[in-house]
């Protein structure tokens, strides 16, 4: 009976040492994403509506759409251009601008069009093409070492907001297939979630991407 509670006081003092040890560390907690205001951000979209629309749908097929997608990726992207992370031929002409707005402005664009319903697209009614992007999307291959892409982009393509990963539902086919391609030749590096993109890219053919892109295209709930 004296060596249970020997132990017990023994155990006893050890969780209470753990307890004062951690209790004495300053605890971090994850910065909160605040919005930004997308009535200010109107004032500052005259430069990107040649490109992605007035109201963030593109006209071209190269160009992404930007209506509806999450803030926390709009505004971690277009810290990238600006800040010379993210390299892209066709936003060269505006990075100069993006150099002189503050972080806040930033946000307050990336609020301006996440305001907007996603635009929805149309998928090739081509029955190979589609089967093949469905398979990928919603189960990925997992011989290729291939994940599903519903793990970050959800099963109807609106993406995850808390953790910054875009959203996918009727974006530009050009826009997907060259970003998928960037990743797959690491010419898209910024920002962590890249890695994990360039992974997964690696792996996958022109056939496959094409595939993807068009399922992506054609996506919406």
């Known amino acids: 009976m004296k060596f249970f509670l020997i132990l017990f006081i023994s155990f006893s003092f050890i969780n209470f040492s753990i307890a004062a040890e951690i ?9 909160t994403f605040i919005s930004g205001d997308p009535e200010k951000g109107s004032q500052l979209v005259d430069s990107c509506a040649a ?12 160009w992404p ?10 505004y971690e992207q277009l810290k990238y ?10 936003m060269m002409s505006v990075t100069p601008y993006l ?8 946000l307050d664009i990336a609020a301006f069009y996440a305001q907007y319903p996603i635009s929805i697209g149309q998928a090739k009614n081509d029955e190979e093409l ?24 959800s099963v109807y393509g609106q993406g995850n907001s808390l953790a910054g990963y875009p959203s996918v539902a009727g974006q530009q086919i050009g826009y997907l297939t060259s970003s998928l391609k960037a990743y797959r030749s690491k010419e898209r590096n910024a920002g962590e979630s890249s890695l994990i993109m360039q992974s997964i ?16 295209h054609g996506l919406y709930k």
């Open 23 to 31: 209790g004495s560390k300053e605890m971090k907690m994850p910065k």
């Open 51 to 62: 490109c992605h629309g007035q109201s963030g749908v593109s006209i071209s097929s190269e």
């Open 65 to 74: 759409k930007l209506a509806g997608q999450n803030q926390r990726y709009l």
């Open 81 to 90: 251009f600006r800040d010379g992370e993210r390299m892209n031929a066709l």
């Open 99 to 106: 150099q002189s707005l503050k972080d806040e402005d930033l």
């Open 130 to 153: 589609l089967a093949l992007g469905t398979q990928l999307y919603r189960f990925g291959n997992m011989k290729k070492q291939i994940p599903a892409c519903t793990a970050c982009h």
């Open 201 to 216: 890219s690696e792996n996958l053919t022109d056939y496959e991407i094409d595939a993807l892109a068009n399922y992506m």
